[in-house]
């Protein structure tokens, strides 16, 4: 199986579970495809360098998988046919140190996520 990050950007005017669920949902797809998702990251809301579809800003996703070849244009087509996403972008991994480089990319994820999972613990266990 191959490596792959998506970045994709989800419209700023949905609620934040809006914004959860969208990511939910593109997720499930990978699941379905039978990727790998080895990481997450959750950038946020953004300014765009650019207006896209009249929006100045989009709340920005990136995800980390390996998959097989054809699985990509199934994500892609579902990216494609989202309505809530404004832009997407699929980058694959191949040789020794764009794999090394996306390594250290997943490593990064993977510890970012970490202390908000530590918080949200931390605060439903005093709440």
């Known amino acids: 199986m191959t490596c792959y990050e998506t970045l994709f950007v989800v419209k700023p005017t949905l609620t934040e579970e809006e914004i959860k669920a969208q990511i939910e949902k593109i997720k ?9 998702l080895l990481a997450a990251d959750d950038m946020g809301m953004r300014k765009l360098a650019y207006p896209v579809q009249k929006n100045e800003r989009g709340y920005y ?7 097989n070849g054809d699985a990509i244009a199934e994500i892609e087509r579902n990216l494609r046919i989202n309505e809530e996403v ?9 040789n020794g140190k764009e794999i090394a480089q996306f390594e250290k990319l997943v490593a990064a994820a993977g510890k970012s996520a970490e202390p908000k999972a ?10």
Request: glycine share 2%; charged share 30%; net charge negative.
């Open 28 to 36: 499930e797809v990978l699941g379905k495809v039978d990727a790998e």
């Open 61 to 67: 996703t990136v995800l980390y998988y390996k998959a």
């Open 86 to 94: 404004i832009k997407f972008l699929t980058v694959k991994y191949t």
């Open 118 to 127: 530590e918080e949200a613990a931390a605060q439903s266990a005093e709440a």
